[in-house]
């Protein structure tokens, strides 16, 4: 029964995964929102059944502290925005999405051979999740600089906070809270930053379309 | 120990305070005023230092080494000089309509705030709160560089938080393998980031996670230090923002991330007892430094020209700190306060000459001598000065690291040499025409004040002549910690 | 070769042959009840077929033999699939004349034929249906391969029938790799199938047909047997489907009882493959024709990932 649970976190870091690979080709920014919120569910499923094997109950509180930031608080925030921004569509990728995911396959390779001498090293009872941890981290990074929208690099941005925090849990069984609670408010503040900026940008340009922003440029 | 408390609280309380009444006209004082007072505190704690030696505070959390004393006096006063120069530099915008009420108010919090964080990351000993703390000075400057709410602002301003937001999860990462490899050895809690214990074990921690843990460290706080190829964000940061914006994030951020980058440094150096770090600095200082030479000479805006200065120079450091040994250290932890003294005091001049001229082209900008000789003689004598021209401080540090270089490095050296002879062609012709030559531009409304210009560059000229006692211990001191 | 593998494997043939038809008028009549239609029965199929076999085939001037053979072909290779895929027992004697590799070459052959019989008559709307049919195959053909691979390697075997015992006989577990390959595998068997979300296979509307464009000059009794082998590559793609994620129940070898009991246990998993797959093409709308790359790159991602992931996680 004890490997039954453990195969959980397993599970929940594959959701991830695939969660991860679906926002790389979404094309709508409603269903990336909510994409999104089941990525933070994936993460605060992982870390729970993580705090329930290792008796660490610092790790309820940082799977509560994720629950309310980024599977409530967050999307609802964004859901807001989008709506007041009124954006719904997204334009193309700036790569088309075929090879985008040839090149996401090729990413989850390299970190899977990147964490696999790491986590044989670690103590914690999802090592073997660093690996999937770290290819979401590169993927969401991926994410961020091929999108054409705005609130779509953000949640990409978001993503990837999600997976470094699914590799705090699979590397060590957590950070200390002083540190998770202050990571905690800097996304929560970067998220309002970034929200005000968004109206701004619309302001300026009508559109939240980031090619607007490569004007700067060497000449 | 009350001094430290005093000195993080005040920028702190600074910033919620101008949060209320930042909109008024005497919060430009009230400014000055707090960014003083954090500068007599940090007076008072280098005080308390020079006759104490190295202090650690509640229970390990923060601490005082050589290393971050020299940097948090140079912080407090460049804050504090930085504020006397942003009061009529920012009368001015006011009454250009370049700025609203608001916005000051948002400007002045954040700027006391920045501070306030800035002095964390520095006093900071948990590795993580210094994660939280580089986090957090990013954003204030986010908000900061985008002040001016125009299309190139908002871009830079975008530009600076994704490229920034991706380098520091990046450094998430490193220091969570960190804390992981701390784990092991010290037991986990929150005793296993203070840097002072992993220093004390830094032997024992395990290589293969040290050297993934110090890539990712690298690159994390290597994109805010403005490393090529992570540097994107920075000319246009420095070009858009405000300029006194410009001048504490070229004189005190990049300062900052290259202390972080140190401590981890010295870390990795301990655990992986080979040069890999050394190996990693030198190439990407290289890379920086001659890139940086080259795309300095094609650029026609004098900011976005003299942030490429910044990543030039902070690429000699980064070289200079991974050549290692007690010579090119020192002379790299001297190059670090002599650039933020005299590239504050460049951005100084070059805020109100561009003022003067209403736009920061270079060929828009002349005759500048005979308009304000404070600002002609301040950007004459600042480029003569980051250029390396004797007698400045410059000139001291540069030339220790490159008789370093030959000596450790030598097919390094004629690149070192080509990429200062470079930059020192393009600036010079670029600010002698804006000096000298006649003009038609007009004085400005609200004078700029001579203080902060001067100050810095006799400092900086200071330091060339002689090194006071005390920072020499403290920077041989460090440069042996530091070690390599 | 004990009697009961011979046995067992006429009667994999046999239900596969006659049962296809079943499964396919299972499916339509679910379509229609979901549209709230009444549906032509379950035995529609059957007695499409006896029509068929009743016409005279009419063959257009200009035909070569291969447009001719062809039928027969494909049918030969569903047929053959059909009996090295473990429907009701993994006894099989015919299973060493090919592992799962060869299966999905056999799936290939076919597809090659009626592709070339398409453009052998030289009409537009051939050429059209074996050039989307190829760009179809092209890009499900890899998906299926690892997600086979994926199989093979949990069990260590490439055959189909010790994949299937393999995975019969692993203590209950949560298997992510299988996970991924299943969801690969479902996408895959959409497009393979001709099924909704990638191909209508009622319409004949020029913008969106695949299948139907390469079955048009067919009449007759070669009609006939296109559809009968369509009807077998969607039983056997659900037979694959059974046999890698839900193995319970096959029987094995030297096990009559255990044979009788396997036919109400596979009947019962088909019963609910084909509504599913009923649910889920009235559910989706059909995929523009430049998305289905998309799609199909979605499953071979999901696949390689399945892959890795049991590299990684050991599972």
Redesign the interface.
């Known amino acids: 029964m004890n490997s039954l649970i453990a195969q959980l976190i397993n599970l929940f870091a594959s959701v991830m995964l695939i969660v991860t690979f679906a926002m790389l080709s979404q094309r709508r920014i409603l269903t990336l929102i909510h994409l999104f919120t089941l990525h933070g569910l994936a993460v605060v499923g992982a870390t729970t059944v993580v705090a329930y094997i290792t008796h660490q109950h610092h790790l309820y509180y940082s799977a509560g502290i994720t629950l309310v930031l980024k599977v409530i608080l967050i999307p609802v925030l964004l859901h807001k925005l989008i709506d007041r921004l009124n954006v719904r569509w997204d334009v193309e990728t700036l790569i088309n999405i075929p090879t985008l995911m040839l090149v996401g396959i090729l990413l989850v390779v390299f970190a899977f051979n990147l964490a696999l001498p790491i986590a044989e090293l670690s103590t914690s009872v999802a090592r073997s999740t660093l690996g999937i941890a770290l290819a979401c981290v590169l993927l969401s990074f991926m994410m961020m600089i091929t999108r054409a929208k705005a609130v779509a690099q953000v949640i990409g941005f978001l993503a990837m906070e999600n997976a470094l925090f699914l590799a705090a849990t699979s590397a060590t069984s957590g950070m200390p809270m002083v540190v998770e609670l202050g990571i905690a408010l800097d996304v929560l503040v970067g998220i309002l930053i970034l929200g005000v900026f968004m109206f701004q940008i619309r302001e300026q340009f009508d559109s939240l379309d980031i090619r607007h922003l490569e004007n700067l440029k060497d000449d | 120990m009350e001094l430290l408390f005093l000195l993080l609280s005040i920028p702190l309380v600074g910033g919620l305070v101008l949060a209320v009444i930042g909109h008024h006209g005497y919060a430009r004082e009230v400014n000055v005023g707090f960014s003083l007072a954090t500068f007599l505190a940090a007076a008072a704690l280098t005080a308390r230092i020079m006759s104490g030696g190295p202090i650690t505070v509640a229970d390990g959390q923060f601490f005082i080494d050589p290393l971050n004393i020299f940097l948090v006096t140079l912080t407090a006063l460049v804050g504090c000089t930085t504020s006397i120069f942003s009061r009529p530099y920012m009368r001015v915008e006011l009454d250009h309509g370049k700025m609203t009420p608001m916005r000051m108010r948002l400007y002045h919090s954040m700027y006391q705030f920045f501070n306030g964080t800035m002095l964390i990351a520095l006093t900071t000993n ?1 590795l ?2 210094l ?2 703390a580089m ?2 000075a990013t ?1 204030t400057t ?2 900061l560089v ?1 002040v001016y ?4 602002s ?6 600076y ?2 490229l920034c ?2 380098g520091i ?1 990046q450094a ?2 490193g220091t ?2 960190l ?2 490899a701390a ?2 050895v010290l037991g ?3 005793g ?2 203070l840097w002072t214990n992993l220093e004390a074990v830094k032997e024992q921690l ?1 290589p ?2 040290m050297s ?1 843990a110090f890539v990712f460290l690298f690159i994390g706080y290597g994109t805010k230090v403005g490393l090529v190829p992570l540097h994107n964000w920075l ?2 940061a420095h ?2 923002g405000p300029t006194p914006i410009s001048a504490v994030l070229s004189g005190l951020l990049l300062n900052v991330a290259l202390y972080a980058v140190l401590r981890c440094k010295v870390l990795a150096d301990g655990a992986l007892q080979n040069h890999f770090a050394s190996h990693l600095m030198i190439g990407f200082g290289l890379l920086s430094v001659v890139s940086a030479a080259f ?1 300095l000479s ?3 805006d004098v900011k976005r020209m003299f942030a490429y200065s910044s990543i030039e120079h902070m690429g000699l450091m980064t070289f200079a700190f991974g050549l290692g040994g007690p010579v090119a250290n020192f002379a790299g932890l001297l190059h670090m306060t002599v650039h933020s003294l005299i590239k504050s005091a460049i951005f100084f001049a070059v805020g109100h000459a561009a003022q003067k001229a209403g736009s920061q082209l270079m060929e828009d900008i002349r005759g500048l001598l005979k308009v304000n000789p404070t600002v002609g003689w301040g950007l004459m004598l600042g480029s003569l000065a980051i250029l390396g021209m004797p007698p400045f401080g410059a000139f001291a540090s540069e030339f220790l690291i490159l008789t370093t270089a030959m000596r450790e490095l030598p097919w390094a050296t004629p690149l070192l040499l080509l990429a200062l002879g470079v930059a020192f062609a393009s600036i010079f012709a670029r600010v002698q025409p804006m000096v000298f030559g006649a003009t038609e531009l007009k004085p400005l409304a609200h004078p700029p004040s001579p203080l902060p210009v001067f100050i810095h560059l006799g400092l900086g000229l200071m330091l060339g002549l002689y090194i006071p006692p005390y920072l020499d211990t403290w920077y041989r001191q460090a440069a042996a910690m530091i070690g390599g | 070769m004990s009697a009961t593998g011979v046995i067992s494997q006429l009667l994999a043939i046999c239900i596969a042959l006659l049962g296809a038809p079943l499964l396919m008028g299972w499916v339509n009549q679910w379509r229609a009840w979901l549209q709230n239609r009444s549906g032509p029965g379950l035995l529609q199929p059957y007695r499409a077929l006896h029509k068929l076999l009743h016409k005279e085939a009419v063959v257009a001037h200009g035909a070569s033999p291969l447009f001719l053979a062809s039928p027969y072909v494909v049918f030969s290779c569903m047929a053959l699939s059909c009996a090295i895929i473990p429907t009701l027992s993994t006894d099989l004697p015919l299973s060493p004349v090919a592992d799962a590799i060869a299966l999905v070459g056999l799936f290939a052959v076919a597809r090659v034929f009626i592709s070339l019989a398409a453009l052998d008559i030289g009409t537009a709307f051939g050429s059209l249906g074996a050039r989307r049919e190829m760009l179809i195959g092209f890009l499900a053909e890899p998906a299926l391969l690892m997600v086979l691979f994926t199989a093979s390697l949990i069990s260590q075997s490439t055959s189909l029938t010790s994949i299937v015992e393999n995975l019969a006989h692993r203590e209950f577990a949560i298997y992510p790799s299988l996970a991924f390959a299943g969801i690969a595998f479902t996408f895959v068997s959409f497009a393979e199938n001709a099924r909704v979300p990638v191909d209508n296979p009622a319409t004949h509307l020029e913008l969106t047909m695949i299948h139907e464009a390469l079955i048009l000059e067919y009449s007759g009794r070669h009609l006939a047997l296109i559809e009968w082998a369509a009807a077998i590559k969607l039983f056997a793609y659900s037979c694959i489907g059974i046999a890698l994620f839900f193995p319970w129940g096959i029987a094995e070898a030297d096990a009559p009882l255990a044979l009788l009991a396997a036919l109400p246990i596979q009947a019962v998993k088909l019963a609910l493959g084909g509504f599913l797959l009923a649910l889920i093409e009235t559910v989706s709308a059909k995929m523009r024709i430049f998305r289905v790359p998309e799609f199909l790159a979605s499953a071979f991602l999901l696949a390689v990932i399945g892959m890795l992931v049991h590299f990684l996680l050991g599972a």
């Open positions: 948990n993580g709160i994660w939280v986090e957090a954003l986010v908000l985008s709410r125009t299309p190139a908002l871009e830079a301003a975008w530009k938080f994704i937001g991706v999860a998430l990462f969570i393998l804390y992981m784990d092991k986990g809690g929150m296993a980031l395990n293969t996670i993934l000319p246009d070009a858009e795309f094609r650029q026609q």
